[in-house]
């Protein structure tokens, strides 16, 4: 099965910037969509960006302009790089990736946003 580990959580105070990173054992990683999720307290879990094996990426309305996916294809690692970052930016960050009808996640990173 794809594993994916995440790292580049942390703490920040607001206008500062995070990196994430996943890594992804999976295999023919660069034919894969992957994605960031976020679940802010009190809230469902929604997308935050998605980036096709094409490169062609979409952002949740609220981190356009902010953030940017990215993904190095020989290191089977997709990028989350966040700036700008608000205290309602707090969470837990999850990496997604889809293989054909099956979806795998990370366990997760926090990201802790300080006003």
């Known amino acids: 099965q794809v594993q994916l580990v995440e790292s580049g959580g942390g703490l920040v105070q607001a206008g500062g910037s995070l990196r994430l990173s996943c890594v992804s054992s999976?295999?023919?990683?660069?034919?894969?969509?992957m994605a960031w999720y976020r679940q802010i307290p009190g809230k469902q879990r929604e997308l935050v960006a998605r980036i096709t094996s094409g490169s062609n990426t979409d952002y949740a309305d609220s981190v356009k302009g902010r953030f940017t996916i990215s993904r190095d294809n020989a290191k089977n690692t997709v990028y989350l790089q966040m700036n700008s970052l608000a205290p309602e930016d707090t969470g837990v960050y999850y990496c997604y990736q889809r293989v054909n009808v099956r979806v795998f996640w990370g366990q997760g990173t926090a990201v802790t946003v300080s006003s």
């Open positions: 999976g295999s023919s990683f660069a034919t894969k969509t």
